[in-house]
């Protein structure tokens, strides 16, 4: 039987919460987000490209494009590594955004007014 050979065949779907960042790995739980030091909140879990949890330790020092949501305190609490695929669907990268746009919760799109 084959097998998907991306998340979006697999039929991720991301939460209206969740935003696009750039994150590089540090020591856990360190994290940088988008150029800004931060750090994963405690229970975080980091979804792979497989949709697979990956262990923070094992993605030290890499970089990735990802979704991702946030506790109340502002802490990295749920992340999704994108594959290209998924990457190239427009997503916000702020909350501002998020707020100002529509979501299409089916087609997993957003779209600006």
Known sequence: MPQPTDGQ???RHFP???LRGKVVFGAPPAIRMNGVDTHFSSGYRIHGQ???LVMSAQLQGSTAVVDYTTDIEGHVFEMWILTPNEAA???PVAREQAAAWTFDPVAQTW???
């Open 16 to 18: 209206q919460n969740a």
């Open 9 to 11: 065949s697999l039929g």
């Open 50 to 52: 497989d949709n697979l």
């Open 111 to 113: 779209t600006k007014p």
């Open 89 to 91: 669907v427009r997503w």
